[in-house]
């Protein structure tokens, strides 16, 4: 009995393991829009930022529309390429993505604070 309570703890201590270790690279990805340009902010679970990594625009159709790359910050600005819902998907370098959508209204509000 003994050694079955040890087998399912050692089980349990590698799963938690596995979970966490995913979790540290989980990409958080978040946009907004001020006076006509986009600005998106990515960093890990662990609060690292997601540095000198892809960033892909999508309108709604799944068009791309530009690409770019993040700073060490984690940051990425770029004009609002279209008015439309944007698809913005940060994809580092091991492969690791997410996205972040941004409604059409977004859009349109943060072009006109432009003016």
Known sequence: MKMINRIAVCSLLLIGLAVSTAQAHKINVFASVEKGEVIVESYFA??????????????????QLLETRTDREGMARFPIPKVDRLEIVVREILGHR??????KAEVEAGLEAKD
């Open 46 to 63: 662990d609060g690292r930022p997601v540095m000198e990594s892809r960033v892909m625009v999508f309108d709604s159709n799944e068009n």
């Open 98 to 103: 997410s996205s972040f959508m941004l409604e």
